[in-house]
């Protein structure tokens, strides 16, 4: 079931894409148990650490994920489980809150461009410079803080950030950075018992903001601004995984799977040995057994 799951979910090329086009609460017909769930997100887990391992070994291609979502959808669980396996030398989260008075002194790709993952190694994004485009959409007042000089402030800036946007995945892409990008897709009702499961556990209770609330009432103008920021950066470089998030162990299965078919699309190997290499191994197979 994993091989190849993560396609119909794949958007390479933006221009018709529509939100409404995909059920959040979509398990591609199949209503796997607990227990069959988790044996499959296993598997992929180990085939990934797999991958990852010569993704390491190979130190060429970097790859980059970026997770983006409404509150709540799981986007910190799914990466905390499909990560699960990797090991954490090849691996690390980079997590992107409202930014810092630093960084709204800079461009805004200048503080993710800081952040990119080496070649080698695995980079999330636990949200992104997408949220360039969307939160700061949402809520004007984000794109006064950022301080552009007032000529560059017109209603074509969203227009230019894709662009920009584009141009840098591209860049990014000709460098040997393999870049995916995941929108789990929660429902507002899923999203409504979420936030109630977490008032009522008080484990769960620092999770909880207020401002959360808030963002519920602006539903709408977010789920414009994720179709219009999909339909115009989902590119064959850069593809977005528009991934059904209701339930969470099916958005675990497409996540890995879409790891999976892009990590075993590149030409991945363990580098190899060169005859006179083998022959000083040897040499120093000899001196240890002499020891
Ligand atoms: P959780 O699901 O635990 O709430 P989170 O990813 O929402 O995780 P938060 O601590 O809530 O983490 O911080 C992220 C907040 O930062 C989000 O509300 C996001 O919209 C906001 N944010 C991120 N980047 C920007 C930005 N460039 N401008 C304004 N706000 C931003
Ligand atoms: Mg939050």
Wanted: hydrophobic fraction near 40%; charge should be negative.
């Amino acid at each position: 079931m994993l091989r190849k799951l993560a396609a119909a979910y794949r958007i390479s090329d933006g221009r018709n894409f529509r939100l409404d086009g995909v059920d959040p609460g979509d398990t591609d017909g199949s209503s796997l148990d607990k227990k069959e769930a988790k044996a499959l997100l296993r598997q992929g887990i180990d085939r990934l650490a797999e991958l990852q391992d010569k993704l390491y070994a190979q130190d060429r291609w970097a790859v980059l994920a970026i997770f983006q979502a409404m509150d709540a959808a799981g986007k910190d669980s799914a990466i905390k489980h499909v990560m699960s396996g990797v090991n954490p030398t090849g691996c690390d989260v980079q997590s992107f809150k409202p930014p810092s008075e630093e960084e709204l002194d800079h461009d805004f790709l200048w503080r993710a461009m800081r952040r990119l993952p080496e070649r080698g190694r695995i980079g999330i994004f636990n949200r992104s410079y997408y949220e360039d485009v969307l939160v700061v959409r949402v809520h004007p007042e984000w794109l006064e803080r950022q301080k552009i000089p007032e000529p560059l402030k017109t209603p074509r800036i969203w227009e230019e950030r894709f662009e920009d946007i584009n141009a840098v995945e591209r860049y990014l892409a000709r460098n040997g950075v393999v870049i995916l990008k995941f929108f789990l897709h929660v429902s507002m009702d899923e999203q409504r018992k979420r936030f109630l499961k977490r008032l009522d556990n008080p484990e769960k209770n620092w999770k909880f903001s207020t401002a959360d609330i808030e963002d519920r009432r602006h539903w709408d103008d977010y789920m414009r601004a994720y179709e219009e920021a999909i339909r115009h950066t989902a590119t064959a470089h850069a593809p977005w995984y528009v991934v059904p998030a209701d339930h969470k162990w099916f958005t675990r299965l497409v996540l890995v799977s879409a790891l999976i078919d892009t990590l075993e699309a590149l030409d991945l190997a363990y580098p190899s040995v060169s005859a006179e290499t083998r022959a000083l191994l040897a040499e120093a197979r000899e001196a240890l057994e002499r020891e």
